[in-house]
Every structure is written in C-alpha cells, then in structure tokens.
C-alpha cells in the first residue's frame, strides 16, 4: 500500500548523550497500530527507557510522507501518530493521497489543523481532477459545468487554458498528477 507511513521515533536524551539509542528506533509501520500505547510498548522493546533518559521523543526520520512538513525535530511522534489515525489517512488511499498533496500545496501545520477541526472529514472540500492541466479544467468547466455550446468555428478561439488559469485564483492548484480544488 502507497499509504504506509514509516517513522523512526528518537529520544533527545538518547540523542545529546550519544548513547546507543541515539539513532533512534527501528522504523515503525504507523499503519500496524492501533494506539500510541502499542508504539509505546514497542519502543520499551526496543530499550528506549521512557520514563527516564528517553522521555522527550521526537520524529527522528519518515518515509511516504510530503516533505513540506518543517523541521521534524518539532514535531512530536504521538501527536503525528494521532493526526493521522484520526483522519483516517492510514486506512484510505485516497484520504492519502488528498494528504500527500494538501501537505505540499499548504504544508503540514495547515493540514494538522484541517484534522482538527474536522477529523475523519478533514477532505470533504478536496478534490482531485486527476491527469488535468489548465486547459483541460478550462475546457471542462466551460462546456460540462457552465455548459456553454461553443458554436464549431468558434472553437480555436477559444483560450482554454488561460480560461482555467483563472480558477487558480478560487482555491484551484496545479499538483504533479493534475488539479485540485480547495474550498476551504
């Protein structure tokens, strides 16, 4: 599954000691658990002394996940962990992949707050016109949504695409696999 978010959890204490937990934890599947208390008994696991030196965790590294994010250094594990179940991005390609190109276009804080407000609906006002350019979105709303009949010899004199452009301007975005629309 393209969905599969993988972190590497690290501690500052392990960190700023340079002690052997100072790389941080294997990488962890977030999509393999249930609650944050499972990561939690992972991590003891794995030595991570968490009511000691390993108290103050941290995002150490990710894998599948935007890049737009800021510094992970700041952001903390259990609050990305929860975000994420909570907007039901592990279980939904497509909640996934509005995630991946929401976070890109607004970044990751935009996003987290989009969750937070309307958790598992955080996409309703996203959408996607997958494998469209500005003219094709120019075209489309022109004749299936506005539908106007462009009479035949009229047609090339037609600026479709400076015609989508102009949808930039309400919330509408170019992303690498087409278009989307953000309403909110």
Known sequence: MKNEINIVIGSWGSYNEC?????????????????????L?????QGFELDGIDEELFVQDVENFPANVGNWDYVNPQTLFETLKKSGVLDDDDKYEKMEIYCDIEGYAAWESLVDKYEENWDDDIYLYP???WYDLGYYFLHEVDCIEIP????????????????????FHEYDGGI????R
């Open 19 to 39: 002690n052997e937990r100072a790389l941080g934890s294997k990488w962890i599947c977030l999509n393999d658990y249930k609650n944050w208390d499972e990561i």
């Open 41 to 45: 008994e992972e991590l003891k696991k």
């Open 131 to 133: 494998d469209f350019d």
């Open 152 to 171: 035949e010899r009229l047609e090339n004199f037609i600026d479709y695409k400076r015609y989508g452009e102009e949808f930039s301007y309400d919330g």
């Open 180 to 183: 989307v629309e953000i309403r």
